[in-house]
């Protein structure tokens, strides 16, 4: 199995910073790699695909990079609604796996 | 608008069986473009991809359910199931189903079900 490592494991940042979440993979997963947001209480949403793909509807304050084992997710501008978890996901083999989430509040 | 709704007992006793479907509004299940997959989420952890399968019937599973779980799909109906055998009170989750992208969305869950969950006791 692809293992997910995600860093950091929570941060807290201000209304207006700029997030960066990394998410490395165990091998080369190239650039077949999801991000998630899941508010509390709710179902995860999904924000990028394939490393850089925003999901319609998504703000354009969120942006994803990498390539191969390292991957980026970046928040700028962070909002109070950013409160949450963040998940990335490797679609380049089954069994398909996440990380363990980053927790991102909100000073 | 695509919608998926889970259905199922929230109690299950251990060693039983837990079966749960999915239904699928406004849109079809038949469709060559996506799987329809199964993930669930323990308390207070992460999210597990269960399995897929695409409207042919056919199925990709976790090794790690692997013998315990079966993926079905009917697409007159537009559900498709789960179905986990002798659980256990690890198996306790929130379980989602998800429409999954084929190719180049890199096999990205890109809509999902507001999840059910499920305890397994004895």
């Known amino acids: 199995d692809i293992e997910m490592t995600q860093s950091p494991s929570s941060l807290s940042a201000s209304v207006g910073d700029r997030v960066t979440i990394t998410c490395r993979a165990s091998?080369?997963?190239?650039?077949?790699l999801n991000w998630y947001q899941q508010r509390p209480g709710k179902a995860p949403k999904l924000l990028i695909y394939t490393t850089s793909s925003l999901q319609n509807g998504v703000p354009s304050r969120f942006s994803g990079g990498g390539s191969g084992t390292d991957f980026t997710l970046t928040i700028t501008d962070l909002r109070p609604e950013d409160l949450g978890t963040y998940y990335c996901?490797?679609?380049?083999?089954?069994?398909?796996?996440f990380g363990r989430g980053t927790k991102v509040e909100i000073k | 608008q695509l919608q998926l709704q889970e259905s199922g007992p929230g109690l299950v006793k251990t060693s039983e069986t837990l079966s749960l479907t999915c239904s699928v509004s406004g849109g079809s299940i038949a469709t060559s473009n996506y799987y329809w997959a199964w993930i669930r989420q323990p308390p207070g952890e992460w999210l597990e991809w269960i399995g897929s399968?695409?409207?042919?019937?056919?199925?990709y599973y976790n090794p790690s359910l692997m013998g315990r779980v079966t993926i079905s799909v009917d697409t007159s109906n537009r559900q498709f199931s789960l179905t986990l055998r002798s659980v256990a009170a690890g198996d306790t989750a929130t379980y989602y189903c998800?429409?999954?992208?084929?190719?180049?969305?890199?096999?990205?869950?890109?809509?999902w079900g507001q999840g059910t969950k499920v305890i397994a006791s004895s």
């Open positions: 998800a429409r999954q992208g084929i190719g180049v969305s890199s096999f990205a869950f890109d809509i």
């Open positions: 399968v695409f409207y042919t019937g056919t199925t």
């Open positions: 996901q490797q679609g380049h083999s089954n069994p398909r796996t």
């Open positions: 091998q080369n997963i190239h650039t077949n």
